[in-house]
């Protein structure tokens, strides 16, 4: 006999259950949002860690008070009406040298050191001036490196090395012309020269013109070698020192490899050929 279908069955599974929540998974969500409302709280809005004392080292030529203002707006700029830079654990070291680089050119170097958990400490190298090089009515510092900055009074002297450029192109310092000029007033006091002023030319290239103390200028050319030029000068002086009936009336012209070209009273040129003197010491020309 077969048995008959099987009835009042039923399924129970766990999946018809439900779980209640854990009391541990609140309780560390809680912890963590007020732990998280706390940390925003402390960064943004206490003054726990605020920066209350910035400290700049005296420069010479950059004024103090210059740099605190700068630091300070940093500090106080504001981001979804906040500020966060106030606070010395958030404010970006690294960004504040870069910008103050920016803001002053005239530093060589800047260091922005945090002295937890109050206090900034600014210091730096300025660059040293050598010279003035003004374009176009405009005059900027320039130092050994060729780096130009802020405006300066156009001058001549001693001090500072004076450089007119009269080309008509946009105001930056030509390397170039920067190396053989750097070359030439290391070079002229050991001959006994003077140096008033350096002068480039807007309607020649590849020419400048050393200003000396004695009326007379010195024309040099960067196709040729600079310090082979400055050889020959001193050749031809100790040559014409024998002489003292010697003394050039406008310019010495070095422009010609193992040639010297001096004038008696007439502008420099070319053409017609200027009055040559040849050193007995040198070499004929290629």
Same mark, same amino acid.
């Given at each position: *006999?077969?048995?008959?279908?099987?009835?009042?069955?039923?399924?129970?599974?766990? @999946?018809?259950?439900?779980?209640?929540?854990?009391?541990?998974?609140?309780?560390?969500?809680?912890?963590?949002?007020?732990? %998280?409302?706390?940390? #925003?709280?402390?960064? +943004?809005f206490?003054?726990?860690? *605020?920066?209350?004392?910035?400290?700049?080292?005296d420069?010479?030529?950059?004024? !103090?008070?210059?740099?605190?203002?700068?630091?300070?707006? *940093?500090?106080?700029?504001?981001?979804?009406?906040?500020?966060?830079?106030?606070?010395?654990?958030? @404010?970006?070291?690294?960004?504040?040298?870069?910008?103050?680089?920016?803001? %002053?050119?005239?530093?060589?170097?800047?260091?922005?050191?945090?002295n937890?958990?109050h206090?900034?400490e600014?210091?730096?190298?300025?660059?040293?001036? #050598?010279?003035i090089?003004?374009?176009?009515?405009?005059?900027?510092y320039?130092?050994? $490196?060729?780096?130009?900055w802020?405006?300066?009074?156009?001058?001549?002297?001693?001090?500072?090395?004076?450089?007119?450029?009269?080309?008509?192109?946009?105001? $930056?310092?030509?390397?170039?012309? @920067?190396?053989?000029? !750097?070359?030439?007033?290391?070079?002229?006091?050991?001959?006994?020269i003077?140096l008033?002023?350096?002068?480039?030319?807007?309607?020649?290239?590849?020419? @400048?013109?050393?200003?000396?103390g004695?009326?007379?200028?010195l024309?040099?050319?960067?196709?040729?070698n600079?310090?082979?030029? +400055?050889?020959?000068?001193?050749?031809?002086?100790?040559?014409?020192? $024998?002489?003292?009936?010697?003394?050039?009336? $406008?310019?010495?012209?070095?422009?010609?490899?193992?040639?010297?070209?001096?004038d008696?009273?007439?502008?420099?040129?070319?053409?017609?050929?200027?009055?040559?003197? !040849?050193?007995?010491? +040198?070499? !004929?020309?290629?």
């Open positions: *006999m077969r048995p008959g279908p099987i009835t009042n069955v039923r399924f129970q599974g766990s @999946f018809n259950k439900k779980r209640p929540v854990s009391l541990k998974y609140v309780a560390g969500t809680a912890l963590g949002l007020f732990a %998280f409302s706390g940390a #925003i709280y402390l960064f +943004l206490s003054s726990v860690f *605020m920066i209350r004392d910035i400290y700049v080292q420069f010479q030529r950059i004024k !103090q008070s210059d740099v605190l203002a700068h630091v300070q707006s *940093m500090i106080n700029t504001e981001q979804w009406n906040f500020r966060p830079y106030r606070d010395i654990l958030l @404010f970006n070291a690294v960004y504040a040298e870069q910008d103050l680089a920016q803001k %002053f050119p005239s530093l060589e170097k800047v260091r922005v050191a945090k937890y958990f206090t900034l600014i210091s730096g190298v300025e660059r040293v001036p #050598i010279g090089w003004c374009r176009q009515n405009e005059c900027a320039f130092d050994d $490196k060729g780096v130009t802020g405006k300066a009074i156009p001058s001549s002297g001693a001090l500072l090395t004076a450089v007119n450029d009269y080309r008509d192109t946009s105001f $930056k310092l030509d390397q170039d012309f @920067f190396k053989s000029i !750097q070359i030439v007033t290391k070079r002229l006091p050991e001959l006994g003077a008033k002023n350096i002068e480039i030319p807007g309607d020649l290239i590849n020419e @400048f013109r050393v200003h000396t004695a009326g007379y200028y024309v040099f050319a960067l196709d040729s600079v310090d082979k030029q +400055l050889e020959v000068l001193k050749i031809f002086l100790e040559e014409k020192s $024998k002489d003292p009936s010697f003394h050039p009336k $406008k310019y010495i012209d070095l422009r010609i490899d193992g040639r010297v070209y001096f008696k009273g007439e502008q420099p040129t070319l053409s017609p050929e200027p009055t040559l003197e !040849q050193t007995p010491s +040198l070499t !004929q020309p290629r």
